[in-house]
């Protein structure tokens, strides 16, 4: 089983920063590759990070050293450091599960909003 809840979204004014957390319900290192998604009004859903059980990370460019991704396997807990926050990052961000290569569990979860006022 995988069950996974962001928390930790809200309003910030542009250059501040938020914490965002996914508790997963099983082992991280047994779900492997974690990613943090978005998805602003009235676009697709984008791919914003990832980390791997080995802790290896990727970043969208549009988030690249803004943002940080970590894991914490003891708490089965991924989360996402966004600093320097600008209003396009405004969106529901969602954390996910790669089951394989390229594809993500199924069953998204409520997400948490990040709204970014300027």
């Known amino acids: 089983q995988v069950h996974l809840v962001e928390s930790g979204g809200g309003w910030v004014q542009a250059g501040g920063s938020l914490r965002l957390s996914c508790a997963a319900s099983?082992?991280?290192?047994?779900?492997?590759?974690m990613g943090w998604f978005r998805q602003a009004p009235g676009k697709q859903r984008e791919l914003v990070a990832t980390?791997?059980?080995?802790?290896?990370?990727t970043y969208a460019d549009s988030v690249k050293g803004r943002f940080t991704i970590s894991r914490d396997n003891a708490k089965n807990t991924v989360y996402l450091q966004m600093n320097s926050l600008k209003p396009e990052d405004t969106a529901v961000y969602y954390c996910?599960?790669?089951?394989?290569?390229?594809?993500?569990?199924?069953?998204w979860g409520q997400g948490t909003q990040v709204t970014v006022s300027s």
């Open positions: 996910n599960a790669y089951r394989t290569v390229g594809r993500t569990y199924d069953n």
């Open positions: 099983g082992s991280l290192f047994s779900i492997g590759v």
């Open positions: 980390i791997t059980t080995a802790a290896r990370t």
